[in-house]
C-alpha cells in the first residue's frame, strides 16, 4: 500500500506561479514513477506530468516551459513547479504512484484556481 498526499493549491491569477506537493508513505519500494494529473470539471483526467525513479521527466505539451516535476527520494515527495498559470491550468491536481505489478495509487487531490 502506497499512500499519497498532496498539498499546495490554490486560487492564483493568470500568470502566477504555484508549486503543488505530494508526499508519499508506505511501501515505496515497487513505485517505479510518480505523477500529476489533473482533472477540469466536465473534462477527463489527463497527465500532466511525470517522473520516473531515476529522474527522467516527461510532460504533457502544453506544459512544456511552464512546469518542472521533481522528486526528492530521500523524502518520497514529488512536487510540480507551475509558472506562467493560465485559466486553462485550471483543475483538481492529484499525485500518482505507478508500481510494478501492483497497480497504481492515487491521493485525493488538490485544486488549483486560475482567474483571469
Known amino acids: 500500500q502506497v499512500q499519497l498526499v498532496e498539498s499546495g493549491g490554490a486560487l492564483v491569477q493568470t500568470g502566477g506561479s504555484l508549486r503543488l506537493s505530494c508526499t508519499a508513505s508506505g511501501n515505496m519500494f515497487n513505485v517505479a514513477a510518480m505523477r500529476w494529473h489533473r482533472q477540469a470539471p466536465g473534462n477527463q483526467r489527463e497527465m500532466v506530468a511525470g517522473i520516473s525513479r531515476g529522474g527522467t521527466a516527461d510532460y504533457m505539451d502544453s506544459v512544456k516551459g511552464r512546469f518542472t516535476i521533481s522528486r526528492d527520494n530521500a523524502k518520497d515527495t514529488v512536487f510540480l513547479q507551475m509558472h506562467s498559470l493560465k485559466p486553462e491550468d485550471t483543475g483538481v491536481y492529484y499525485c500518482?504512484?505507478?508500481?510494478?505489478?501492483?497497480?497504481?495509487?492515487w491521493g485525493q487531490g488538490t485544486q488549483v484556481t486560475v482567474s483571469s
Open positions: 500518482n504512484a505507478v508500481t510494478v505489478g501492483m497497480g497504481q495509487y
